[in-house]
């Protein structure tokens, strides 16, 4: 018995080779070539490799929500067992821990600080509307130029930083330029708690005069704090690992454009955050600002 598609090419006048071979696999295929789970699995797996290959730096959830923004819905879960099985895998690994070093004496009262049922003091990062609560900090890295240090202001109701600022030195200047950027982007401030930890930076009188200037109040972590400025700190873990780590650095230039790059390409509108409900800082604004506009 000859496959259909040699019969059909023998009775269009072809010459063919026909050798011997067994034509039950060939009908169990034909019945079966393969299963819609299989099929559903590729288009998955397709979906996957296509945002891996875009963002490399991405771990499993992030691919999984790159691949439901392309039409390919999915349980984090299966993304993971999908994405292990191929060797996608978050091209870094874990940050390392920095040194602690001895902080100075406080300026500002702790108003993140909140007592538990059990009278333990813990930290508490919420806000309920923009410009309600911001966090600040700084952090460096090494060029051949020498090193190069940021101080970024988040703002803790979307994730969002609303203010940066990048130098050759970190002196008090930097973090008073985070702050004005942070102001001018803003607009109304006005009461806005700014939590920082005890850097002399953020101890500094200049510092402390430009909040007074615009009306906010100064908040500093205490020490031996474990949770202190967390949500800030795990912010800079994911800019060491998508951006400073991944290449060595020439110039400050270089680095300066790399990181307001990922800042606002990919931290504030590709980088969804499960806690608010998987969307981008700025697309999560963006509807609750629409919200709060139409309910006005």
Not at 34 to 62: C, K, M, N, Q, W
Not at 115 to 139: S, V, Y
Request: hydrophobic share 40%.
């Amino acid at each position: 018995m000859m496959y259909p598609l040699v019969a059909e090419l023998a009775e269009a006048g072809i010459p063919v080779t026909v050798i011997k071979l067994s034509c039950q696999p060939y009908y169990r295929w034909l019945q079966g070539p393969i299963t819609p789970s299989e099929v559903v699995e590729a288009y998955r797996a397709d979906a996957l490799f296509d945002a891996h290959r875009d963002g490399p730096e991405f771990g499993h959830r992030l691919l999984a929500d790159e691949a439901r923004e392309a039409g390919e819905a999915m349980s984090d879960r299966t993304a993971w067992r999908i994405a292990s099985s191929n060797g996608w895998f978050s091209a870094f690994g874990k940050p390392k821990r920095s040194k602690s070093r001895r902080p100075g004496p406080p300026v500002h009262d702790d108003l993140c600080a909140v007592a538990d049922e059990k009278g333990r003091t813990r930290q508490m990062f919420a806000a309920d509307a923009p410009n309600d609560l911001w966090l600040t900090d700084i952090t460096e890295h090494k060029t051949a130029e020498g090193k190069l240090y940021l101080c970024a202001i988040k703002d803790v109701f979307s994730g969002r930083i609303v203010g940066c600022s990048i130098d050759s030195r970190m002196k008090s200047r930097l973090a008073v330029a985070a702050l004005e950027n942070a102001v001018r982007m803003r607009g109304d401030v006005a009461g806005c708690v700014v939590h920082s930890d005890r850097g002399s930076q953020f101890r500094s009188r200049k510092f402390r005069r430009a909040l007074t200037r615009h009306h906010m109040v100064g908040s500093m972590g205490r020490v031996g704090s474990s949770g202190d400025n967390a949500a800030m700190e795990s912010f800079f873990a994911l800019l060491q690992k998508n951006v400073l780590d991944r290449r060595s650095w020439t110039t400050r230039e270089q680095l300066r454009i790399a990181i307001v790059t990922w800042i606002e390409r990919t931290y504030h509108r590709r980088r969804r955050q499960a806690r608010l409900g998987r969307l981008t800082p700025i697309e999560f604004e963006i509807i609750m600002n629409t919200t709060v506009a139409l309910a006005a």
